[in-house]
Nanobody
Framework: QVQLVESGGGLVQAGGSLRLSCAAS????????MAWFRRTPGKQREFVTA????????VYADAVKGRFTISRDNAKNTVDLQMASLKPEDTAVYYC???????????????????WGQGTQVTVSS
């Protein structure tokens, strides 16, 4: 089992920045691919970004490319999401997820991720 706990959410004005963090515990491994998804009311969970085991490969949704940055610290078992130039449409609950399957492909689909955090609310005011 892998436990994921997100932190860092909050209220920020449009154009501002926020940093989310995800702490992993339990059966952790630096080989896991990690990702951030988000969900807004009435919508399905949406892929935001993902990172491979050593940070050498990252993928981003078009909506956040150039504004968000994912990073990881395997020594601390953490994955961070630095969000800049925030827009009201970024308002959502943000979830951290872990893909623990063997392999190296960084996935954009939620079904590939077995473990999920409880989510942290990000609200961007206009």
């Amino acid at each position: 089992q892998v436990q994921l706990v997100e932190s860092g959410g909050g209220l920020v004005q449009a154009g501002g920045s926020l940093r989310l963090s995800c702490a992993a515990s339990g059966r952790t491994s630096s080989s896991y691919r990690m990702a951030w998804f988000r969900r807004t009311p009435g919508k399905q969970r949406e892929f935001v970004t993902a990172i491979n085991w050593n940070g050498g490969r990252t993928v981003y949704a078009d909506a956040v490319k150039g504004r968000f940055t994912i990073s990881r610290d395997n020594a601390k078992n953490t994955v961070d999401l630095q969000m800049a130039s925030l827009k009201p449409e970024d308002t959502a609950v943000y979830y951290c997820a872990a893909d623990v399957r063997a392999g190296i492909v960084v996935q954009r689909i939620a079904a590939a991720y077995e473990y999920w955090g409880q989510g942290t609310q990000v609200t961007v005011s206009s």
